[in-house]
């Protein structure tokens, strides 16, 4: 009897502990890309690219930062950097935040986070323009 209460305990502790570093957020880091940059004279969009790093955990994404990325904001590219506090995700591991530069107006950022990879997009609703893809993976 005592020998199988022990046993019991120590399952429940492992579980326990398993279940607890899996709800830990994790460091995530990739790259951004945005296809539609154009340079006054060009005909053709160039290809621009920055960084992503955020903390992603299986409810919420905290610490979402997008640096060194270009938008196309009237006429020339600026490079505005991105960052949302808190970005809730539903039980699929898909969720929606906004950004709002007091510049530029606002930026939608959509995020699917699963397996250790994450993928999404920012968009400016704003002032600026085009769409900006990103993927990550957790280090």
């Given at each position: 009897m005592i020998t199988r209460?022990?046993?019991?305990?120590?399952?429940?502790?492992?579980?326990?502990?398993?279940?607890?570093?899996?709800?830990?957020s994790q460091p995530y880091?990739?790259?951004?890309?945005?296809?539609?940059i154009y340079v006054y004279g060009d005909t053709?969009?160039?290809t621009d690219h920055g960084k992503?790093?955020?903390?992603?955990?299986?409810?919420?994404?905290?610490?979402?930062k997008l640096k060194g990325q270009a938008f196309m904001c009237g006429a020339s590219p600026a490079e505005i950097p991105v960052a949302?506090?808190?970005?809730?995700?539903?039980?699929?591991g898909k969720g929606?935040?906004?950004?709002?530069?007091?510049?530029v107006g606002p930026f939608t950022i959509k995020i699917k986070v699963r397996n250790g990879k994450s993928s999404?997009?920012?968009?400016?609703?704003?002032?600026?323009s085009g769409k900006v893809t990103f993927s990550a993976k957790r280090k």
């Open positions: 209460t022990l046993a019991l305990t120590a399952v429940s502790t492992l579980v326990f502990t398993a279940s607890a570093a899996a709800a830990k880091s990739g790259a951004s890309t945005n296809k539609k053709d969009g160039r992503v790093t955020f903390r992603g955990g299986s409810k919420a994404v905290t610490k979402f949302v506090a808190k970005i809730k995700l539903n039980s699929s929606k935040g906004t950004y709002t530069d007091p510049n999404g997009t920012i968009t400016p609703t704003g002032l600026c």
